[in-house]
């Protein structure tokens, strides 16, 4: 109920450089994001100005999400994600705060001090996906910060695969608990490659040409997850068959 009530009476704002650079994109998008970028900017065209409040909901592991389908919602993907601030606050360069949020955007996008001034003068025509649209926000909230001394920005922090950690707190399966990161460790463990690995999806897919190491990853993904989430052995081949587009 506080997780809900705290979501629900959160303000999140459009962060209008964000919103007009989006709008510069040139469309040429794989079809997925096109829907994803076209959802986005018809929300924000709809939504104007002024703080953005959502309704909640909780699933079964407890995780708390703003509601899926409205504009504003974190489930609709990096696009909306990049464009939508927290209330500003004040960050100084050279704190904690901000050397633990430089420590976070390197890893999760790849943006550093060194690079972030690069990373803005990315073109539209390099934008391909809402992760590109992340990567860019995080650079742009570094130069927020060092110009203005605030920044909205939200960090994002994920679980490792949360289905699978809740299955091996109750069951007690310590090898589940190790590749979904719950057991210390020198390594960080990621279970979706070490399933791919074990059923030796790379060889199936170099067999096909394919040398992509986020597609092996990926292609593990949607089994583990609807398997974990009880979905039936229909659901995942359904699942599997529309990924690849039937």
Known sequence: TDALTTLGSTPLYVNQDMAAFMGSLDGRFH???LREHKAAMKGLL???????????????RGRAYCQSGTFGSFTQGGTQRAMLDAEPVSVEVGSKEYSYFLTIIEAEYSVTEENYEEILMTSAQEIRGGKHLQRFRAAFAIQEIKETGQTGYMIEQDASC??????????????????????????KHDLYTFISDDAQVQDLLLAKGIRSK???RSAAKPVVMLSFYGASADSIALNIWEENDG
Not at 46 to 60: C, R, T, V
Not at 165 to 187: F, H, M, R, W
């Open 162 to 187: 949360s289905g699978g950690q809740i299955i091996a707190l109750l069951t007690g399966d310590t090898k589940l608990a190790k590749y979904t990161n719950l057991l210390p460790d020198s390594v």
């Open 46 to 60: 709809s939504w104007g100005d002024g703080a953005l409040y959502s309704d909640s909901y909780i699933d079964w």
């Open 214 to 216: 986020a597609l092996i």
């Open 31 to 33: 079809k997925e994001w």
